[in-house]
């Protein structure tokens, strides 16, 4: 059974950094493109990032660009999402999520293009 589990989420102070994790298992992730999306309370799901299967290429929203940082490891079936200069407005519960396919093909919000989902980590930034 294919299965993704984010950890890392907690408490962090703006200024800050949390660094999230993406364990995938039941399948091998080498084939999979990996994104990252994230809801705060009262607002629509935001996308944030992609990875490619091989890690060559992301791309990030606006939002984060700058300040956040995908990476992966595929001998380890993991994938991170480091989060520095964090700022209150991240406070969010952060979701990974997988598609078998190979290339971040489609733009950073269509969450359609997943079809594998973790639970999701809260992510709170106060002072």
């Known amino acids: 059974q294919r299965q993704l589990v984010e950890s890392g989420g907690g408490s962090g102070e703006p200024g800050g950094s949390l660094t999230l994790s993406c364990a995938a298992s039941g399948f091998s992730m080498d084939h999979y493109s990996f994104g990252w999306f994230r809801q705060a309370p009262g607002k629509e799901r935001e996308g944030l990032s992609c990875?490619?299967?091989?890690?060559?290429?992301?791309n990030y929203a606006d939002s984060v660009k700058g300040r956040f940082t995908v990476s992966r490891d595929n001998a380890r079936n993991v994938v991170y999402l480091q989060m520095n200069s964090l700022k209150p407005e991240d406070t969010a519960v952060y979701y990974c999520?997988?598609?078998?396919?190979?290339?971040?093909?489609?733009?950073?919000?269509?969450?359609?293009?997943?079809?594998?989902w973790g639970q999701g980590t809260q992510v709170t930034v106060s002072s």
């Open positions: 999520a997988a598609e078998d396919y190979a290339y971040c093909r489609y733009s950073l919000g269509y969450a359609g293009a997943y079809d594998l």
């Open positions: 990875i490619n299967s091989s890690g060559s290429f992301t």
